[in-house]
């Protein structure tokens, strides 16, 4: 073991995004000696990419907000299927969390008279989203970061983890990775492990996913031996741009529909009026002229007395809503929809209120949409299955193993509402990090590491430099993102997924004989070799769990069960181990009893 470089830690803390860094900051401040890991450099999370705001029931912008509210748009948006509990805490802290961040520093947008302004977003009933222009997602990883370094937290950038170690009980002893750089082992031993590595985007083709989500850590707990939950609802966030090429999915916030942003077709139609489904009858506007009132009352920051427009429906609705329209034949050029904030906000308005929009429009498609509309398409944009934990502390059924942000399933049910992953981020890294530190006080000694799992470990990593033959590993990575886009996308079908199923088995038999050449310093191919071996699991529990759960539901569609079953599939959640023999498995399991004062807030 002398030979590895080796770090110890109470705590060490995978990944470096908003529930990394909240997790770390609790964990430090509650006496526990913190590792913080990152697979690229620190400031560079994912989550600098979440623009349109963090969701918490202040009632800054409209008093009638509550965290009651908050929780029943959140279990709605859900359709039913969320762990209860997960949504309870998260509509309870969230405002305790965001006013945390304002005093850490964080310079949030103010109402006229100072409080901390929020705006609309799809699937919430008041204006909920607090924000820094479109700039969210960055300013808090600016604010976590700038109050993280007071901590004393150990930061390693650019190192990423490959395997969780555990010892003869099956509690967690460490980590196993690799410095990106040289490509040389390192270990983090720690008497807690909480994993923040976000999701799983990189698996299809069209995606808002930085390069770092390839599903490391799913994969990790997996192997572990935890399990998964609600692998099968991967959401595609409606608006991505569709042109240029070299851009192709990159996010468009939501906030720009939040803002009064309508969408439209090749006909010039708003044809979100034609898609309200049933449950949301009521809650949007039908006409032009009550959607018109709301958006003027939003202008001029007024409390709106008509319903929402039907654009700032769930993301699921108005991504289906989009594909109906391109598949129709009234897409735009370039196979997406039109997206129009000019005819409805001034362009000062505009550059104020959305200036990375407007920017990105510019810079890299040389359209200015403060005269004209955006071209939009469905992008893979966020997963809400993940690792399954215990809804107060956010333990693994690993002992000692924690798991918080997008990597941890159960919060957001089958779909997820906009702003609440940044919500989700703060809400339960802290509590992570909280219990994490409380186990490892509470744990006398650290675990040994086994000297021959990590040998094993290590010599399977570097296979692909000893053979003599062997694919490139990038086309096995394209095939899999294009397979994934077409088979396992927005709309499923029985003989599709079948198809997947078998193409993953062609697609693994492959991967298991990738050649790298060169040597193991600075090798992207031997990284995107080690990242296969994540995306093709999860990607089969993804695939399976679609194929099990036989109804239409949230962000999963069915073309062959095009009906929701709230009979039998509405009480019952997916599971997902890894077997004994490496396979994966999937199991129903009922949801957990909702407590009756629960119940009440959801039952119209």
């Known amino acids: 073991m002398d030979k590895y470089e080796t770090y110890e830690h109470d705590v060490v803390v995978i990944g470096a995004g908003g529930a990394g860094l909240r997790a770390a900051i609790e964990a430090s401040s509650a006496g526990a000696r913190t590792a913080l890991v990152c697979k690229s450099l620190l400031g560079k999370a994912h989550t600098v990419m979440a623009e349109g705001g963090v969701a918490a029931a202040l009632a800054s912008a409209d008093n009638r907000d509550s965290w009651q509210t908050h929780f029943r748009d959140t279990m709605k948006g859900g359709k039913y299927l969320n762990q209860y509990r997960m949504a309870e ?79 003869d009980d099956g509690h967690v002893a460490g980590a196993l990775g690799y410095w990106r750089e040289s490509g040389r082992f390192v270990i983090f031993r720690g008497k807690s492990i909480v994993l923040a590595t976000g999701g799983i985007g990189r698996c299809w083709d069209i995606t808002s996913n930085s390069w770092e989500y390839t599903a490391d850590g799913h994969a990790l707990a997996m192997w572990a031996g935890a399990e998964l939950i609600d692998s099968e609802f991967v959401q595609f966030h409606p608006t991505g741009m569709v042109w240029p090429p070299s851009v192709k999915g990159t996010l468009i916030t939501e ?50 007395d008509a319903r929402r427009p039907p654009e700032l429906l769930t993301r699921d609705v108005v991504a289906r809503a989009i594909r109906r329209e391109v598949r129709a034949g009234r897409g735009s050029p370039h196979g997406g929809v039109f997206l129009d904030i000019a005819s409805k906000r001034s362009p000062e308005a505009i550059k104020r209120k959305l200036p990375s929009m407007y920017h990105q429009f510019k810079e890299l498609a040389n359209v200015d949409i403060t005269t004209d509309p955006m071209e939009v398409g469905p992008t893979c944009h966020y997963t809400m299955g993940g690792v399954r934990v215990d809804p107060d502390s956010q333990e693994t059924s690993v002992p000692g193993l924690f798991a918080a942000g997008e990597v941890a399933g159960g919060m957001h049910g089958a779909n997820r509402l906009g702003g609440n992953s940044l919500s989700d981020l703060i809400v339960f890294g802290k509590r992570a990090g909280e219990y994490a530190a409380q186990h490892a006080k509470d744990r006398e000694a650290m675990s040994d590491v086994d000297a021959e799992e990590v040998e094993r470990q290590a010599e399977t990593m570097l296979a692909p430099f000893h053979r003599e033959q062997g694919e490139n590993p990038y086309t096995i990575h394209e095939d899999l993102r294009l397979m994934m886009q077409d088979k396992v996308g927005i709309v499923r079908t029985e003989e599709d997924l079948v198809e997947a199923l078998e193409a993953l088995t062609a697609l693994r038999e492959r991967a298991a004989t990738v050649r790298i050449g060169g040597n193991i310093g600075f090798n992207p191919g031997w990284h995107l070799a080690l990242d296969l071996e994540n995306m093709l699991d999860i990607s089969e529990a993804v695939t399976r769990s679609a194929l099990m759960r036989q109804e239409s539901r949230g962000a999963h569609t069915r073309e062959d069960y095009p009906d929701t079953d709230d009979v039998t599939w509405g009480k019952q959640n997916l599971v997902t181990r890894q077997a004994e023999d490496g396979s994966v498995e999937v199991r129903a399991e009922p949801l957990p009893e909702m407590p009756e004062e629960l119940k009440e807030l959801i039952k119209d």
Not at 133 to 152: C, F, K, N, S
Not at 294 to 304: K, L, Q
């Open 89 to 167: 805490l998260h509509a309870q802290e969230a405002p305790e969390r965001v006013r945390e961040l304002q005093e850490w520093g964080a310079v949030f947008d103010r109402t006229r008279v100072g409080g901390i302004n929020q705006r609309n977003f799809g699937g919430h009933t008041y204006p909920r989203l607090a924000h820094v222009g479109d700039r969210t997602g960055l300013e808090m990883i600016r604010t976590l970061q700038d109050q993280g370094v007071h901590q004393g937290i150990d930061v390693f950038m650019e190192a990423t983890v490959r395997h969780i170690l555990t010892d």
């Open 255 to 304: 906030g720009v529909r939040g803002e009064g942003g309508v969408l439209k077709n090749s006909d010039g139609e708003r044809f979100m009026f034609d898609n309200i489904p049933e449950m949301f009858q009521g809650e949007y506007a039908e006409t032009e002229e009550e959607a018109t009132r709301w958006v003027n009352a939003v202008v001029a920051d007024e409390r709106p």
